[in-house]
């Protein structure tokens, strides 16, 4: 799921860049100050790679298994969680 919302979110951040550069007539676009315009789009890029990072990060994790107690203890293994 948070791989579709940061491919919708990097969608309309180029929307919104490329409508900027294109100068197409969108009243509320062409209002506004074009680096301020830019900017929002790529922040809206940025956060939407964010979204595609964190939902290909779904990794097992290990967790060491000791033996021993206190100073004396040793790594045996790893079990995944």
């Known amino acids: ?3 579709i ?3 919708i979110l990097m969608l309309l951040g ?8 294109i100068k197409i007539g969108i ?5 506004a ?8 789009g790529i922040l809206l ?10 939902g ?3 990794q097992k994790k290990e967790v060491p298994i000791y033996e021993g107690e ?3 203890r040793k790594i045996v293994g790893y079990k995944r969680v």
């Open 1 to 3: 799921m948070a791989r």
């Open 5 to 7: 919302f940061g491919w």
């Open 14 to 21: 180029v929307g919104v860049v490329v409508l900027k550069i």
């Open 27 to 31: 009243p509320l676009l062409s209002n």
């Open 33 to 40: 100050n074009p680096l301020f315009v830019i900017v929002i």
């Open 45 to 54: 890029i940025v956060a939407g790679f964010l979204f595609l990072k964190e």
């Open 56 to 58: 290909r990060t779904k």
């Open 70 to 72: 206190g100073k004396n």
